[in-house]
């Protein structure tokens, strides 16, 4: 089975600042990842597809990039909103990062 | 308005069983795959089982292969999760989610979740 591995499991940062959450696969999975957003006590939110797809109504300061086992989730400019959980997963067979949390600094 | 609702879930024994439904309206069920997602008190998430809208394949997690059964009828755009020998290890809120229209396994709209609680 593919595994997914995150870094930082948590990143404390500032409005304004750049923010960079990293994503491993055990194997070669090409382009078939996505990144989702969770706060507290709602479900996950689709943000990039396809390592670089930019889902339909995000705010375009997110981005994704990477191929084959890296991938990088970036935020270019952190609003308040984004303080959240963040998490990779492989297409399929699913599976899931630990996850990211962006706390305030 | 795609809406997805969970229901079904509860307090259950080690080793009882529940059956989780999830109701879909907003989009043609049967043309796109459903999975269970779940995700235990302050863990990650995790993928537990899904189902194609056309053929009816379906693929689970080694951790509830044997245990669960993910099902679905087009008729009523809805999608079941049987739990049988439930586990402590279950506990968790469970998620169904729904594919997006582009190739490959990625989840497009989630429902509220519902929580799911084995104990004695």
């Known amino acids: 089975d593919i595994q997914m591995t995150q870094s930082p499991s948590s990143v404390s940062a500032s409005v304004g600042d750049r923010v960079t959450i990293t994503c491993r696969a055990s194997?070669?999975?090409?382009?078939?990842l996505a990144w989702y957003q969770q706060k507290p006590g709602k479900a996950p939110k689709l943000l990039i597809y396809g390592a670089s797809n930019l889902q339909s109504g995000v705010p375009s300061r997110f981005s994704g990039s990477g191929s084959g086992t890296d991938f990088t989730l970036t935020i270019s400019s952190l609003q308040p909103e984004d303080f959240a959980t963040y998490y990779c997963?492989?297409?399929?067979?699913?599976?899931f990062g630990g996850g990211t949390k962006v706390e305030i600094k | 308005e795609v809406q997805l609702l969970e229901s079904g879930g509860g307090l259950v024994q080690p080793g009882g069983s529940l059956r989780l439904s999830c109701a879909a309206s907003g989009f043609t069920f049967s043309t796109y795959a459903m999975s269970w997602v779940r995700q235990a008190p302050g863990k990650g998430l995790e993928w537990v089982s899904d189902i194609s809208g056309t053929n009816g394949n379906t693929n689970y997690a080694d951790s509830v292969k044997g245990r669960f059964t993910i099902s679905r009828d087009n008729s009523k755009s809805t999608v079941y999760l049987q739990m049988n020998s439930l586990r402590a290890e279950d506990t968790a809120v469970y998620y169904c989610?729904?594919?997006?229209?582009?190739?490959?396994?990625?989840?497009?709209?989630w429902g509220q979740g519902t929580q799911v609680t084995v104990s004695s």
């Open positions: 989610a729904k594919d997006h229209r582009v190739p490959g396994r990625y989840f497009d709209y």
């Open positions: 997963q492989h297409s399929f067979p699913s599976a």
């Open positions: 194997q070669d999975i090409s382009s078939w």
